[in-house]
């Protein structure tokens, strides 16, 4: 009788945090506000990255005749924007710290190019390639965490609590 009255007061506890956590006037950081910021920051980040991206491909295309697929890389990168303008809000809550913003920044660009790196390991390609598409990574998301400051500075994202 004691176990049980334990398991259904466990539930109605976890039950009361969840509520808590999807009320906009709890007292969880993780609000419905937050969570709508987050998700106009990754919009803006994730739309950013995405455009940044097709401009930058479109340059590569005309300058070097290096084939993109489009219609695959395009979201993709948009879709890591997101992901990143998400995060990034998280990173910065309201510091004016540039090395957490640059931090970030290169964490997200690293790891996209870093990815990038290991699959070109595999075919014949020129340090070249692999410093461009490097350096374009690092583009994309300096643009997009450039812009979502600028969102900040305007208050159009609040920053994270």
């Known amino acids: 009788m004691y176990k049980k009255t334990l398991q259904n007061n466990s539930t ?26 987050s998700l106009k920051g990754g919009l803006l ?12 491909s479109g340059v ?3 300058l070097w005749d290096a084939p993109v697929n ?10 890591s924007g997101f992901l990143f303008g998400v995060t ?8 004016n710290n540039p ?3 640059l931090g970030g920044i290169f964490a997200f660009g690293l790891v996209r190019a870093l990815v990038g790196l ?7 390609t020129s340090l070249e390639q692999i410093a461009r598409f490097g350096g374009e990574s690092l583009l994309l998301f300096a643009i997009a965490g450039l812009i ?5 500075q305007k208050a159009w994202v609040k920053p994270f609590n």
């Open 60 to 62: 590569n295309l005309w």
């Open 45 to 56: 980040a994730g739309f950013s990255v995405g455009l940044s991206h097709l401009v930058l």
């Open 118 to 124: 290991e699959i070109q390991l595999n075919n014949p």
């Open 70 to 79: 489009f219609l695959f890389s395009t979201p993709l990168a948009g879709f």
């Open 99 to 101: 090395q957490l913003k």
């Open 12 to 37: 109605l506890d976890h039950n009361l945090k969840w509520r808590d956590r999807m009320n906009p006037n709890s007292s969880s950081n993780f609000t419905a506000t937050e969570r709508l910021e």
């Open 148 to 152: 979502l400051d600028i969102a900040l």
């Open 88 to 95: 990034y809000r998280y990173i910065i809550r309201g510091d």
